[in-house]
């Protein structure tokens, strides 16, 4: 088992930036990869990025690219996803999953463990 816990989500203006962080814990974290999704009231769950376990291969969301940035630190069992030049249609519960195969699926049912979210809220 893993548990996931989700941190950072909060309220910013537009252009603004954010930095989540998701820490695992229970099995070896290094052996999953990760990932991160997003769900907005009324919308379906997308997905953002990916990491591989080892950090060397990184999917990104077209909507996101350029903006958005997903590393980890094994050795603190956390991935952290940097967001900057936020826009109000980022707005949405961000969730991190753990698992999706070595390189980081972009699909929700490929990953094994996830976490309760954070509310990530951009005005305009």
């Known amino acids: 088992q893993v548990q996931l816990v989700e941190s950072g989500g909060g309220l910013v203006q537009a252009g603004g930036s954010l930095r989540l962080s998701c820490a695992a814990s229970g099995r070896t974290f290094s052996g999953y990869a990760m990932g991160w999704f997003r769900q907005a009231p009324g919308k379906e769950r997308e997905f953002v990025v990916a990491i591989s376990w080892s950090g060397g291969i990184k999917s990104y969301a077209d909507s996101v690219k350029g903006r958005f940035t997903i590393s980890r630190d094994n050795a603190k069992n956390t991935v952290y996803l940097q967001m900057n030049s936020l826009k109000p249609e980022d707005t949405a519960v961000y969730t991190c999953?753990?698992?999706?195969?070595?390189?980081?699926?972009?699909?929700?049912?490929?990953?094994?463990?996830w976490g309760q979210g954070t509310q990530v809220t951009v005005s305009s």
């Open positions: 999953a753990a698992g999706g195969r070595d390189y980081g699926s972009t699909r929700w049912s490929e990953y094994d463990y």
